[in-house]
């Protein structure tokens, strides 16, 4: 014992550089180990708050009947269940203008009892019903054009019983975001979506009972408890409710007429492949903390070993054996990292608690919150509608196992790095004493070239992957996953390859000079046994500028997304069918500079192959709204829209509605006007004997749809509307009108105007150009709104704008929607607005799905589960920069300790303080230069090969469209001037303190002979 105090006593400056780097290390993979844990479960209960109603609950339906309200709620006991019962086979006659019919002209009536509504809407005109009445939600009263007092007229289909309804008031939901919406999906928009049935009209449950029971269908949804959920909770709720979904239409007689959704599976497979994806994006900053600490360790062990070269090669001599030798530095070692291993996890756990994640989500911050589609940060841009908190979220760090682990094996390491040197073969006292130490075994054996090829071999993996999670350890690829920190790895193995090559060369042509400094300091750092500092510089620059890449590309990528996600600044998606004004709307929001109304379907392109998504929008008009990437539209995206609107051979002509009437025989009949830009008028009935009045003018009229009962034979004649009128039937055959412009047809049918049918200009993705068999050259057709229609292929795009990515076509809507309307009578009515600028107030709007591209992009970014990555980068960069200062103050300390006497030998024959303290500084800085510069060099090459491939989803696959490389200049070269001026400014302070021993020096010199 006395002999280890003495031996440490002697090198007190190197040990304690080693207690330090020890500590730091240990302190940086603590720190970060109880991040990623405390993160990881506030994104939990985040993504949980935040997720998708349907996310977070189970919507059961079936036929209503006796005692099946009691077993369901028995099935789910212990979670909160709400019931509602829906009315079959009512209507509403003589509805508003706002409503849409079915083909043969009825308007369904969707008539609820629903339990608890009041705890969940807020009343906003009149009453809640006391008696017979009905309550309205806002949007159907919208659509019906009734408020508070008025009368509904609902229809009993069966019986043709008409039942008086009043409405006693209106209401709208509290929280728009709650489950409980799901018992009414036409809550917000008064349709539901794709059907002619309107509502909902809520009644009570005794009138319901009543007059509405017959043939009626029941619905239960059902909220398991869900607060403070962690990964296996959220799992384990997902298999209960998938084993009483199993066994629930037998145990409560819902039979085969039971339907159960829940999206529970989807949140537990997304949470745990999200989880999958955060703990791959650790494996690069804690290899690069465990390379860079493990490294200054070897560089402190290699100093110490240099410094007791002539003790050890004594007590070699005297007969110690290696075995003895490295049971010595091992209890050296351990005494060094016991500090680390003890204090590190208690004050890592501390530090944590208050470092909050930055804008975190929460229901109440992002309505709609988290979906299970793959898009921005996992986001969904179909339910998120709001902003983003600025405030933080807390976290909750503990002091678990895994913490205690990872220091533990920190240490562990250390010891092993400080010891293993003391494992080398021994040598003669003669040349440990006088000969220059040889190369490591590492170079000797030809490791560093090993390393070198498996980054390669990683690179060349990780391009054939589509994502580097999902198999291998914790489901990492473990080559995969370490394919960064190999790369950085060769610049330190470049670096120390270069420097005697570079040395001999810089030298060469200093001594042509007159700077005996300079000349010097590149002598001595060429004949150096190590290069530690170089190395440290190169390892430290390449972590940082790989990590500051990945983050900086992540970061980027969102934007990216977010941008092909949405097509434009703010996309407004309909959630039923756009009110007339819509347009006027939007157009008046704040901030708003431009509104393009489009519509979209999935099309087929060939038997068993996955649809095509259809966007049809004014090419014209989008020019002003379009974003994207320029690699998705070959170009500008504009280039593109202009070459498909001179492609645009044909479309509607832009008429006016004057004032006329329409007399009819056969009705009743509806008429519906129809305009080039997808609104619809609807201008009323008329029968036998009662013309039908147009009153006023409004521009852009495109035709009329007329809709007539199922095989009913009707005439249908226009008058003040200039031009020439056919008629399309619905299975597409002309009509031609009589000489005063009566139609006679059977069934409902559309009047246009006579147009050149050419074919419809279209740009579409490869894959669905090349499933169509499709040619630039030639005319194609697909298949849109089960119809053929002729397109012309403008352009072959690697994506669509607005899509997810996948198999598109992009067609330009004036030509599509003239040919489908002129050739069959189809009008398809805007589904979507397509809006530039920065608009707000976009909440006061109803009915639709608000797609935010800025907000998207900040939603994801504020992930809690991305936040662990981009934070453990800054970690890596943070802790290479305080790892390398240590690792080159030591190195410094300890040349100027070992070149005492060389120093005080030349000073004695004449070299000047000055000159030695100049030639220190040059070696220093000859070697922090070559470093920084080989480790600059390797971190691009690393960043550009490896980074893009490194970026996921949550669902751990890669973004669409592909990473672009961000290398985040500002951070990477304030990291470099940081680090080299840190080596610089050491090695001064060095130099200038061994100047001033140099007079105490010269007289020590031979004192050991």
Do not use: C
Not at 174 to 203: C, E, M, Y
């Amino acid at each position: 014992m006395a002999l280890i105090v003495r031996r440490a006593a002697a090198a007190k400056g190197l040990l304690a550089a080693g207690a330090a780097v020890m500590f730091i290390a240990a302190l940086l993979l603590a720190g970060l180990t109880a991040y990623a844990g405390a993160a990881v479960e506030a994104g939990v209960r985040a993504a949980v708050a935040a997720a998708a109603p349907a996310e977070r609950s189970v919507l059961v339906r079936g036929a209503a009947g006796e005692g099946r309200d009691e077993a369901v709620r028995v099935a789910y006991a212990g979670s909160e269940v709400s019931g509602a019962s829906y009315a079959s086979g009512w209507a509403i006659t003589n509805p508003g203008g706002g409503a849409t019919p079915d083909a043969n002209g009825v308007v369904y009536a969707d008539v609820v009892a629903v339990d608890e509504l009041r705890r969940y809407a807020d009343l906003t005109a009149g009453a809640w019903p006391a008696g017979a009445g009905a309550a309205l939600a806002e949007p159907v009263a919208k659509v019906l054009g009734v408020t508070a007092g008025d009368t509904v007229r609902l229809l009993d289909r069966r019986t043709e019983e008409i039942v008086p309804v009043e409405v006693a008031g209106l209401w709208r939901p509290k929280d728009v975001n709650d489950p409980f919406w799901l018992l009414l999906p036409d809550v917000f928009s008064g349709r539901l979506p794709q059907t002619a049935t309107h509502g909902p009209i809520v009644v009570s449950r005794e009138v319901f009972e009543k007059r509405f029971a017959t043939g009626a269908s029941a619905g239960w949804l059902v909220r398991p408890d869900l607060s403070g959920a962690t990964l296996d909770s959220v799992a384990r709720t997902s298999e209960e409710a998938a084993a009483v979904a199993a066994r629930l239409p037998e145990e409560s007689g819902l039979g085969t007429s039971a339907t159960i959704t829940t999206g529970l599976s989807t949140l537990a497979d997304r949470l745990e492949r999200a989880d999958l994806v955060r703990r791959s994006a650790l494996v690069t900053p804690v290899l690069l903390l465990a390379v860079l600490g493990g490294y200054a360790l070897t560089l402190v062990a290699v100093l110490l070993g240099e410094a007791r070269r002539a003790e050890t090669a004594l007590l070699r001599a005297r007969g110690a054996s290696r075995r003895q030798l490295a049971g010595l530095a091992a209890a050296e070692a351990f005494v060094l990292v016991i500090p680390a291993a003890l204090l590190a996890p208690p004050l890592a756990v501390f530090l944590v608690g208050h470092v909050p994640i930055p804008g975190g989500l929460s229901r109440e911050t992002i309505p709609g919150g988290l979906s299970r589609e793959t898009i921005p940060g996992g986001l969904s841009p179909e339910t998120i509608s709001g902003g983003l908190s600025s405030g933080t979220m807390p976290l909750e760090p503990a002091l678990t196992a895994s913490v205690w682990l990872i220091a533990a094996l920190a240490a562990l390491g250390g010891v092993v790095a400080l010891t293993v040197p003391a494992l080398r073969k021994a040598r003669t006292y003669v040349a440990e004493t006088a000969g220059r130490a040889r190369l490591s075994m590492f170079r000797r054996a030809g490791l560093d070239l090993v390393v070198v090829a498996l980054a390669v071999l990683g690179w060349v993996q990780l391009r054939q992957y589509s994502s580097p999670v999902g198999a291998g350890v914790g489901g990492v690829d473990p080559l995969l996953a370490a394919a960064p920190t190999l790369g950085v790895l060769t610049g330190a193995v470049a670096a120390i390859r270069l420097l005697p090559p570079v040395a001999r060369f810089a030298g060469s042509r200093l001594g042509r000079g007159v700077s005996r400094s300079a000349l010097l300091g590149t002598w001595q750092a060429g004949r150096r046994a190590h290069a530690g500092p170089m190395v440290m510089l190169a390892l430290a620059v390449a972590a940082a500028t790989v990590s500051w890449a990945v983050a900086g590309t992540a970061r980027t990528s969102l934007d990216d997304q977010a941008e092909q996600q949405v097509g434009a600044d703010l996309r407004v998606v309909e959630e039923g069918g756009a009110p007339d004004d819509r347009l006027a709307q939007l157009t008046a929001l704040p901030g708003a500079t431009a509104v393009v109304g489009a519509w979209r379907e999935s099309i087929p392109l060939t038997a068993g192959s996955d649809p095509a998504e259809l966007v049809a929008l004014d090419t014209s008009a989008a020019r002003e709204v379009m974003l994207a990437r320029e690699d998705a539209t070959g170009g500008a995206p504009r280039e593109l829209l202009d070459a498909m609107a001179r492609g645009r051979a044909s479309r509607m002509p832009e008429r006016v509605l004057r004032p006329g009437q329409i007399t009819t025989s056969g009705g009743p009949v509806r008429t519906i006007a129809v305009f080039t830009d997808g609104r619809r008028l609807d201008l009323g009935v008329s029968t036998d004997g009662r013309p039908l009045r147009i009153t006023g003018s409004v521009p852009g009229l495109a035709g009329f749809l007329v809709l007539v009962p199922a095989d009913t034979e009707v005439t249908w004649r226009i008058t003040g509307q200039p031009g020439d009128w056919h008629g399309i039937s619905r299975r597409g055959a002309a009509v031609s009108a009589e000489d005063d412009g009566t139609l006679r047809v059977t069934g409902g049918f559309a009047v246009t105007p006579l147009v050149l049918r050419e074919p419809v200009p279209v740009a579409m993705t490869s894959h669905a150009f090349t499933e169509l068999n499709a040619s630039t050259d030639r005319t194609v057709f697909l298949a849109v709104q089960g119809v053929s229609v002729p397109v012309r292929v403008v352009e072959v795009v690697d994506r669509v704008p607005g899509t997810a990515g996948g198999a598109a076509v992009l067609a330009d809507r004036p030509a599509l929607d003239a040919a489908l309307f002129t050739a069959y009578g189809i009008a398809p009515r805007t589904s979507e607005w397509w809006v530039s600028g920065n608009p707000s107030g976009t909440a006061s709007l109803t009915g639709v799905r608000v797609l935010d591209r800025r907000e998207l992009a900040r939603a994801a970014a504020a992930d809690p589960f991305g936040a662990v990555s981009r934070v453990a980068l800054f970690l890596a960069a943070f802790g290479a920069v305080l790892l390398a200062a240590a690792g080159i103050a030591a190195d410094s300390r300890a040349t100027a300790g070992r070149r005492a006497g060389e120093l005080a030998i030349m000073h004695t024959l004449g070299a000047g303080p000055r000159l030695l303290a100049r030639s220190l500084v040059v070696e220093q800085a000859f070697l922090a230069g070559i470093g920084a510069l080989a480790g600059l060099v390797v971190g691009l090459l690393v960043a550009a090969a490896m980074v893009p491939l490194l970026v996921l989803t949550p669902t751990a696959v890669r973004p669409v469209p592909e990473p672009v490389l961000e290398i985040g200049w500002p951070a990477t070269a304030g990291s470099v001037a940081l680090l080299v001026g840190v080596a610089l400014a050491l090695s001064a302070a060095t130099a200038a303190s061994a100047a001033r021993r140099l007079p105490a020096a010269r007289l020590r010199l031979g004192a050991d002979r």
